[in-house]
T-cell receptor, first 111, second 112 residues
Framework: EAGVTQFPSHSVIEKGQTVTLRCDPISGHDNLYWYRRVMGKEIKFLLHFVKESKQDESGMPNNRFLAERTGGTYSTLKVQPAELEDSGVYFC?????????FGAGTRLSVL | TQLLEQSPQFLSIQEGENLTVYCNSSSVFSSLQWYRQEPGEGPVLLVTVVTGGEVKKLKRLTFQFGDARKDSSLHITAAQPGDTGLYLCAGFYSSNTGKLIFGQGTTLQVKP
């Protein structure tokens, strides 16, 4: 069975540009989570989808971040416009219970 | 504000030594988990502790949840080079949320 897949694995963009990260959860998992680790800090929760609905988006930093999960399958996280402080590793996880399975992450570098 | 304080942040030891990693908070958690992360990969769950005072063992790894459910520890006996990696503690404030609160992690290096 395929695990959580994230694309791209690494993205380098300039400040002000737009970037879209994609997460494909484990098939059948209703819950999908986005987390972010900024250098030197702990992994922080961004938001939680249950199917296509946003259950908890309390961790989203500001309105430059937009997460979608149309159809309740894969999810995208768009950053527009990107700022320097958005650099970090973005993890996606999915679950069908209390165990969250994490993807390998997308390393975003904003120059 | 760091909600889960994990210590130490870095640990370099010789093969065969024992070590303990601590995870402390002023808040009560409904459950606490320990993850291991390898370079280029996501965190992988090792164990979940739910009951205050609970002790779980996974081969040479022993996990303990504090009586008040505010702290946890990971003890490795006779560390091996294969134990090298990043260890993360993370907790749920309540059983009704999927939001995990992470500690900063402990980078462990076990030298042969």
């Amino acid at each position: 069975e395929a695990g959580v897949t994230q694309f791209p694995s690494h993205s380098v963009i300039e400040k002000g540009q737009t970037v879209t990260l994609r997460c494909d959860p484990i098939s059948g998992h209703d819950n999908l989570y986005w987390y972010r680790r900024v250098m030197g800090k702990e992994i922080k929760f961004l938001l939680h989808f249950v199917k296509e609905s946003k259950q908890d988006e309390s961790g989203m930093p500001n309105n430059r971040f937009l997460a979608e999960r149309t159809g309740g399958t894969y999810s995208t996280l768009k950053v527009q416009p990107a700022e320097l402080e958005d650099s970090g590793v973005y993890f996606c996880a999915s679950s069908q219970g209390n165990i969250q399975y994490f993807g390998a992450g997308t390393r975003l570098s904003v120059l | 504000t760091q909600l889960l304080e994990q210590s130490p942040q870095f640990l370099s030891i010789q093969e065969g030594e024992n070590l303990t990693v601590y995870c402390n908070s002023s808040s009560v958690f409904s459950s606490l988990q320990w993850y291991r992360q390898e370079p280029g990969e996501g965190p992988v769950l090792l164990v979940t502790v739910v009951t205050g005072g609970e002790v779980k063992k996974l081969k040479r790894l022993t996990f303990q949840f504090g009586d008040a459910r505010k702290d946890s520890s990971l003890h490795i006996t006779a560390a091996q080079p294969g134990d090298t990696g990043l260890y993360l503690c993370a907790g749920f404030y309540s059983s009704n949320t999927g939001k995990l609160i992470f500690g900063q992690g402990t980078t462990l290096q076990v030298k042969p």
